[in-house]
């Protein structure tokens, strides 16, 4: 019996629409908080049971702040036209004014779903700043046009509620796009992601993201070059990490579909490493 568990919440609604195809005879849903979904993944696997769990990215690199160590099954991109960033973004916002605003101690609200992501990006964005935390689990764009605050950290879709509380994006944090999640309980080697991806590449699956990366030579190259980018431009040591793991990814997939196995990079490395010597 396969357990899937999907999120429940309103705003995740996207995610029903990618799990046909993992489910069978054999699979039972169990809704959750997508917040939760990666707690219900992890704990049900603990106790012998075979779980997969499908939620926003941004909720499960909240989650992945603790270091539970997962599998990212797949990758689904989250594109909405009619969202300001063309998909769910974490964002700071501030006032539309921001006249001397910042010569005072400061009060942010923080949806506190994102209490870990918030703070890693606060410690950077106001270091030389004085400032004190409001958590709540919602509402905060009310707390804001209420006086109570003055900056709020929480999701921003469209755009219109912030707008219409009189606040504008300061900066965006985090784009959110879909993640299928498995629990890894076993240290999780680069060899062990090669693998895994080796035996997609081999296997029956039609609706592989990684088969049908190899399928699309140009689609791979263009997320190459993008995770390439994305390294450059990363802003904290958690981001870099993760930018890293996806740009590790790719380069696995076009080693993998290549024939170029680790052991042959390793080889390689050791014959430069001993031509340096030599000279």
Do not use: H
Not at 70 to 99: D, H, M, R, T
Not at 118 to 143: C, P
Request: hydrophobic share 35%; with cysteine; proline share 2%.
């Amino acid at each position: 019996m396969i357990l899937f568990i999907v999120p429940k919440n309103s705003g995740l609604e996207l995610c029903s629409n990618y799990i046909d195809k993992y489910l069978s005879d054999k699979t039972q849903v169990i809704t959750a908080r997508g917040e939760d979904v990666p707690l219900f993944v992890e704990k049900l696997s603990k106790l012998g049971k075979n779980v997969i769990g499908i939620t926003g990215e941004d909720l499960f690199c909240e989650y992945s702040f603790n270091g539970y160590s997962f599998i990212i099954e797949e990758k689904i991109s989250w594109k909405n036209e009619g969202f300001l960033f063309k998909k769910p973004a974490l964002c700071l916002l501030g006032p539309e004014s921001n006249n001397s605003i910042f010569t005072k101690k400061l009060r942010i609200c923080i949806n506190k779903k994102y209490k870990n992501i918030s703070n890693d990006f606060l410690n950077r964005y106001f270091k030389n700043q004085d400032y004190e935390l409001v958590y709540t689990s919602g509402s905060t764009e009310e707390l804001f046009l209420q006086g109570a605050v003055d900056f709020v950290i929480d999701i921003v879709c469209s755009g219109k509620s912030a707008s219409n509380a009189g606040l504008k994006v300061y900066e965006k944090i985090f784009e959110s796009d879909i993640v299928v999640i498995r629990y890894n309980e076993k240290r999780f080697d680069l060899q062990e992601l090669y693998s895994i991806i080796s035996r997609r590449l081999t296997s029956s699956d039609e609706v592989s993201y990684t088969k049908k990366l190899v399928a699309n030579p140009n689609e791979l190259k263009r997320k190459l070059i993008e995770e390439a980018g994305e390294v450059v431009t990363a802003d904290s040591k958690d981001n870099l990490i993760w930018e890293c793991s996806d740009l590790i990814y790719f380069l696995f997939v076009i080693m993998a579909k290549e024939g170029i196995t680790i052991e042959d990079i390793e080889k390689e490395s050791s014959r430069r490493d001993k031509s340096r010597s030599t000279k």
